[in-house]
C-alpha cells in the first residue's frame, strides 16, 4: 500500500533548472513522500548514483544520445537498480523503462510523478482461473515483470469476490469460463463493489464481439489465451500509464 511506503529517492536528470524545478515541485505534492536530487548532466547524475539510493530517475529525454546513455548505464551497473522513466519523446533510443508525456504545469507535474512513483509500489493483483495450469503461468510471468507485483489466486468466482471483499487489490486477471459465475458476472459485481479495481479478462473464447462486450461491461484489459509475456506487459503499462519502450512492444 503507498501509505505504507516511507519515502521514495527519486533523481531529476535535466538540463534546464525550469524543468527539474517543476517536477520538484510536483513531487513536493506526491501522494507519497519524496527525496528529490537532481543533475543537468550525465556527469552530476553518475556522481549522485555512485552514492547508491535511488528508487526512481526522471530523465529529460532531449539530452544528447550519449548523456542519455551514461546515465542509463550508470543506473543499471548501480547496486540498488532504479526504474528509469524517460520524459518527452518516446521512442528515442534510451535504455529507458517507459515514458511520459513532458509536464508544462505543476498540476500536470504532480501527475506525472504520481503516476512515475506507482511503478514503485508492489502492485496487488488477483488473479482468479480455475486452471491450476494457467494461475501458475501468468503467476510466473507477473514475477518476472520489471513491476513489483503481489499476487493472490483463487479458482473459482464465489471465492473471488470473498476475497476483493477482505481484501484491497489494485488488478484482477479474469478468466471468463469458470464453473459457478462466469467472468461477466464476477466483472458486473466488480465494477459496482470495487469501481477502483481494474479488470483484465481472459478468455479462449473466439466469438469476435467478446473482446468489446468486456470492454463495455468494465473491463480495462483484454487477454485472448493463448497469450504471451509481451502481451501482459503491454497491460501493465497500460495500468501505469507509461509508454513501453520499443523492445517490450
Do not use: W
Amino acid at each position: 500500500m503507498i501509505s505504507d511506503l516511507i519515502s521514495l529517492q527519486i533523481l531529476l536528470v535535466f538540463r534546464s533548472p525550469s524543468e527539474r524545478e517543476i517536477l520538484r515541485q510536483g513531487a513536493g505534492f506526491s501522494s507519497v513522500p519524496a527525496e528529490v536530487l537532481d543533475a543537468d548532466d550525465a556527469a552530476g547524475a553518475e556522481a549522485l548514483l555512485a552514492r547508491g539510493g535511488m528508487d526512481l530517475i526522471l530523465l529529460d529525454t532531449a539530452l544528447p544520445p550519449l548523456e542519455k546513455s551514461a546515465v542509463c548505464r550508470a543506473a543499471r551497473g548501480a547496486k540498488r537498480k532504479p526504474f528509469i522513466i524517460g520524459v518527452g519523446r518516446a521512442g528515442d533510443g534510451a535504455d529507458v523503462d517507459g515514458y511520459v508525456n513532458r509536464p508544462v504545469t505543476a498540476d500536470e507535474a504532480q501527475a506525472v510523478v504520481d503516476r512515475c512513483i506507482r511503478t514503485r509500489i508492489p502492485t496487488r493483483v488477483l488473479m482468479v482461473d480455475d486452471s491450476a495450469t494457467m494461475r501458475a503461468i501468468v503467476r510466473k510471468i507477473l514475477s518476472a515483470s520489471k513491476f513489483p507485483v503481489e499476487v493472490e489466486e483463487v479458482d473459482e468466482g464465489a471465492k473471488a469476490l470473498k476475497v476483493l471483499q477482505e481484501g484491497s487489490f489494485d488488478i484482477v486477471f479474469l478468466d471468463y469460463n469458470m464453473p459457478g459465475l462466469n467472468g461477466m458476472e464476477i466483472l458486473s459485481e466488480l465494477r459496482r463493489e470495487h469501481p477502483h479495481v481494474a479488470a483484465v479478462m481472459m478468455t479462449s473464447t473466439d466469438s469476435e464481439n467478446f473482446a468489446e462486450r468486456a470492454t463495455k461491461a468494465g473491463a480495462a484489459a483484454f487477454l485472448k489465451k493463448p497469450f504471451f509475456p509481451s502481451d501482459i506487459d503491454a497491460v501493465l503499462y497500460r495500468y501505469y500509464q507509461l509508454e513501453a519502450p520499443s523492445r517490450t512492444r
